[in-house]
């Protein structure tokens, strides 16, 4: 399959200090920051009038490897009526061709090692992203090593070896970052996924692929439709994706107003660093909610909720389990950290965070299956 760089891309440019870096494949984030001791992702910089379409505001052109995206959008009018809110939607994207929204940057990443030539890719992960890109990667016949903690999930690792991945377990999630930083620092793999401590985002041509996601929901609910997008959040990737490409949709004119981005997590984390804690530091907890159960924060993450004027939303494993079971009898299977969302909602409302006119997305980021 043939991949070219879009005529379009102009660069990278820092999302905190704002230094700009010519096209080129920087991991590990934006330098000038990291003399600073801090830790901040890249973003990608168009020609002022690429359009969004046909992939005007992507960093490549390439065909899809899988047939990702496009995802349903599902109406929950029921539990709208019962929450007070104006409209209630929920975006399937679990209906990707691996079960997750990681499709959506698995393609991108790959794409990005077949143009450089790279015969390998590698992500740190112990869950949706390591089945996509295994998967992704055997479309084209490459190799896909993916690290895991001991202890993943059996099924999740079942299927990352069913499309000929390798797998190497290490003792946790951190010993996971080193040894996929060593197979990218010698370049022998093309990375998926961040591996630093702390964590800047991940891939930032992979990363790009969620702004589809925010352009599919402008295309499909209008210009105005939209006040409130409920995001699970570890570091941010799916997050940040989708303020991206909101904002070119926003600064292109194709949409009226921002809407309002929360990130739903198990534990304080996000939302103790809006309330005063350095984003650099440590935030542990212990949750079931496998897919953002991570301790770290981004500034990507705090960007996109800052910029957006949303907020972050602890839910905790009870309450993310009712919701659960509460989104399942109105015909939506949802992975627990995404079924948090409506707990999210919940407090939202009670709190007058949300006003009842609301109309207000939750991203389903799979259905849980491979747990």
Not at 29 to 51: F, I, N, T, W
Not at 228 to 241: Q, S
Not at 262 to 279: M, N, Q
């Amino acid at each position: 399959m043939k991949v070219q760089l879009n005529p379009n891309l102009l660069g990278f440019k820092c999302i905190r200090c704002g230094a700009r870096y010519p096209v080129g494949d920087y991991f590990e984030g934006c330098s000038a920051c990291a003399r600073e001791g801090h830790a901040a992702s890249l973003a990608a910089q168009y020609v002022e009038s690429a359009p969004v379409e046909n992939s005007g505001r992507m960093p490549l052109v390439c065909e899809s490897y899988l047939g990702e995206g496009q995802t349903p959008l599902h109406s929950l009018d029921e539990l709208a009526s019962q929450l007070g809110v104006a409209r209630l939607w929920a975006k399937l994207e679990s209906a990707n061709p691996t079960g997750s929204h990681k499709d959506r940057m698995s393609r991108y990443v790959v794409a990005r090692a077949q143009q450089l030539g790279i015969p390998k890719v590698v992500a740190a992960t112990s869950g949706n992203a390591g089945v996509s890109l295994a998967a992704t990667a055997a479309s084209v016949g490459m190799h896909a090593t993916i690290v895991t903690r001991r202890g993943a999930p059996g099924r999740w690792v079942e299927a990352i070896r069913g499309h000929g991945a390798e797998v190497i377990e290490c003792p946790d999630a951190a010993s996971r970052w080193v040894e996929a930083g060593k197979m990218a620092q010698a370049g022998t793999h093309y990375p998926a996924t961040n591996h630093l401590t702390p964590p800047v985002g991940s891939n930032p041509f992979g990363v790009q692929g969620y702004k589809s996601l925010g352009y599919e929901l402008v295309a499909e609910l209008g210009p105005e439709a939209v006040d409130a997008i409920l995001v699970p959040t570890d570091r941010g990737d799916l997050l940040w994706g989708i303020y991206e490409g909101l904002r070119e949709m926003k600064e292109l004119g194709q949409l009226a107003k921002m809407p309002r981005l929360f990130a739903t997590e198990p534990y304080p984390r996000i939302f103790s660093v809006l309330h005063g804690a350095d984003y650099r530091e440590s935030f542990p907890g212990i949750s079931r909610q496998a897919s953002v159960a991570g301790s770290t924060v981004t500034w990507q993450a705090l960007c996109a909720v800052r910029a957006s004027g949303g907020a972050a939303v602890v839910v905790d494993d009870p309450v993310a389990e009712s919701s659960r079971l509460e989104l399942a009898r109105n015909s939506v299977a949802a992975e627990l950290c995404s079924a948090a969302s409506l707990g999210a909602l919940r407090s939202l409302v009670a709190d007058n965070t949300l006003s009842p006119g609301a109309t207000v997305v939750l991203i389903i980021t799979s259905d849980g299956t491979l747990f």
